[in-house]
């Protein structure tokens, strides 16, 4: 910037992707640079924006002055400016919206009260619905209020934001504070609990760890790096309990023993507790905590923490990794090859790779850490553009988990009928429970059943809003949509031709549940999925529960999958093991092949080995194979394979353009003229593929389209979308987003 700059060229937090000129005021000149944050006229609003660049002139004859400039010039010359430039890019998202990602705007309160009342669900989903056909005659409010909180993923509302919301008054809050439903909590006591370092006792101390020989060697690599100040990517592939973490927790020691600060990225809110009691237990209170499930005034609070050097070491999901350090030395991807660090809404940008390229730009080295990495992941390294690290052994000659396959078809045949829980599988359970050993039993699917079908006619549940069948939950006798979260009592007739003939088909972590009480009553069961974990805290809750003992069995969905080490569990039983190789996916083997070494990893990480049940009803496919005889290598082998015949990634990128539509025949027409534009205007080698309806068409009352592309030029094909979407204001009551490297295209 140069003083004599008098024009500000500003992005906003909108879907537009232009800038606007604004005149630089004589009061805050020399203070406007890009990156800045500043007030700006926007229309008949005041708008936040950030400053792109700064010149002397511009091509508007008449422009607004600036109002203000935020005090906290977090972009200016830095690394994560360059970043987000890139991100909208690659990603095709406005530069506004990325950098909205960055600096979320509850981070603009300036003044925030320290008293602020936070509203939460004090029971698990199941209590709450359960209550909730007592008050459908006499306390409308109250049922707004609590159907309000539970179709939200949030878990903390502030007070008055939420009455807003529902439309009601303190009073229905009130009433269900008092039957205990609620839960107020402040913002003082929030910062109390965060600190508490009490709440970690149930970990070993990391000074009374001593690193065998394959951590030391690659410790010594990653410090080598560390020392030198250059950037590396790291490709840290140890099989479960190889002691990846105790690597990680060196190397992040090294960084903030001269001062620099680390980035703790993790995939699953899940191992927050677990991970941040490990951090805690070995770096006090320098350890910032960062992830959707803390209100927004713990994260701004946190986020400050973090800018104003308070706090050395960031522990989260995916928006932790733009922490706003300005002496960044290490970044740390653990479980790489997970998908939920890809972001599903703009900007849809993968946390791995992001980190990667936050590493190149501040010149560090970067840890993709993985029992199973991704195959784009791996195949940089074939490639040389990653360096490979390996634990080929768990820690102490600890042994790999002996895996037995059931063959479910053979079970149904002799039992006549379906098979929740094998005969083998049972005997397994009931040898470790007489020992006093506990049990992981991993289901991919929550709920009691998977649909409700008329037997009569063949007429399944849907949602009205969703083209998605509705899931059976036994416990509170409803139909529920995942994806709106709509629910209806439990069907007696039959809504189309009035059979009471209906059947609940499918499996559940709920029928799980029921099945396993049957055979085994005594037996103490604790529940992990989504319905189990809504309220504040029950990560945690239910976690410690069961590190303590105070549970013989842990049934759960992905969130038990991965990460998680308790050296009691001594066997892991997965229900149904190619629940994910069914998905319209590319990537269906690759994810059920590292699903079943990652929940097969939680065996026998303790003194006592363990073993793996996989009940299945495809024994022969590769993916299933390969994970029984946890053979990486031998999958990667074959599936790079496949992929490079059929030019899917990582030989080829996707690019998904989705059109959403209240109106089906406009959602296609759109598409359809997206489409031919694409076809006349992409380079050579690129396909276009669609419109087509997606998988699931109808979500939330909206039908959706999408327009594939196969290309090798990702930022060329960019440009060409951009082009072609310009023209989109022909295309009323349509909304049009793009999802470069896409993961879920259902």
Known sequence: MKLSDTIAHV??????????????????????????IVQAPFGERVLHGFVVKTSNSSSFPSLKELQDVVPEK??????LFKLAQWMSSYYACPLGLVLKSMYPSYLRKTMRNAHAEYISLNKNKEDVIRYMDTLRKRAKRQLDVLEYILQKREVFFEMDALCAAVGCDNNAVERLIKKELLARITEDELVKRDSRL????????????????????????????????????????????????????????????RGQQAIMLIPEISLTPQTEERFRKRFGNVVSVFHSRLSDGARAREWKKMRDGKAKLVVGARSALFAPFSDLGLIVVDEEHERSYKQEESPRYHARDIAVLR???????????????????????????????????????????????????????????????????????????????QVILFLNRRGFSSMAVCQQCGYIYECDDCSITLTYHKSVERLMCHFCGK?????????????????????????????????????????????????????FELLTQFRRGKADVLIGTQMIAKGLDFPRVTLVGTIIAE?????????????????????????????????????????????????????????????????????????????????????????????????????????KGTEVKGPLPSMVHRKRA?????????????????????????????????????????????
């Open 579 to 683: 629940s994910t190789l069914c998905l319209p996916d590319f990537r269906a083997a690759e994810t059920t092949f590292q699903l079943l070494t990652q929940v097969a990893g939680r065996s026998g990480r303790g003194e006592i080995p363990g073993e793996v049940v996989i009940q299945t009803f495809m024994k022969d496919h590769p993916a299933i194979v390969c994970a029984l005889q946890h053979d990486y290598d031998r999958f990667v082998e074959g599936e790079l394979k496949a992929r490079k015949e059929l030019l899917y990634p990582p030989f080829y990128r996707f690019i998904n353009i989705i059109i959403t539509a209240k109106d089906k025949k406009k959602g296609q027409w759109a598409g359809t003229q997206i489409a031919q534009s694409l076809i006349k205007t992409v380079s």
């Open 359 to 437: 590493a190149k730009l501040s010149n560090i080295p970067v840890i993709l850490g993985s029992a199973t990495p991704a195959l784009e992941t791996i195949y940089n390294v074939y490639q040389g553009k990653y360096t490979l690290l390996k634990l080929p052994a768990r820690v102490d000659d600890r042994q790999l988990p002996e895996v037995i396959l059931v063959d479910l078809a053979k079970e149904v045949r002799e039992e006549k009928k379906w098979v929740v829980l094998s005969v083998p599988l049972k005997q397994k359970i009931s040898d470790r429970l007489d020992k006093g050993e």
């Open 198 to 257: 009490d709440r970690y006792k149930y970990v070993t101390p990391i000074n009374s760890i001593t690193l065998n020989l394959d951590q030391q060697r690659v410790l010594n690599q990653i410090e080598a790096a560390l020392d030198s100040r250059e950037f590396v990517p790291f490709v840290l592939h140890g099989v479960t309990g190889s002691g990846k973490t105790e690597v990680y927790i060196r190397s992040i020691q090294r960084v903030l023993e």
């Open 702 to 746: 909206h039908f959706y389209w999408h327009v594939l592309l196969k290309t090798n030029d990702v930022f060329g094909t960019n440009e060409a979308i951009k082009q072609a979407l310009s023209k989109s204001t022909r295309f009323t009551q349509v909304r049009i987003s793009v999802d470069v490297d896409p993961y879920y295209m259902w």
């Open 74 to 79: 977090l972009f200016i010359e830095t690394p």
């Open 11 to 36: 992005v906003f937090e909108i879907a537009l992707d232009r800038e606007f000129d604004y005149k630089i005021p004589v009061h805050l000149l020399g203070k406007v640079g890009a990156g800045c």
């Open 487 to 539: 629910m209806i009592t439990k069907p007696v007739f039959c809504g189309k031709c009035g059979s009471s003939e209906i059947k609940f088909s499918g499996i559940g972590t709920q029928k799980v549940e029921r099945a396993l009480k049957a055979v085994f009553p005594e037996a103490r069961v604790l529940r992990m999925d989504s319905d189990t974990t809504t309220h504040k805290d029950s990560h």
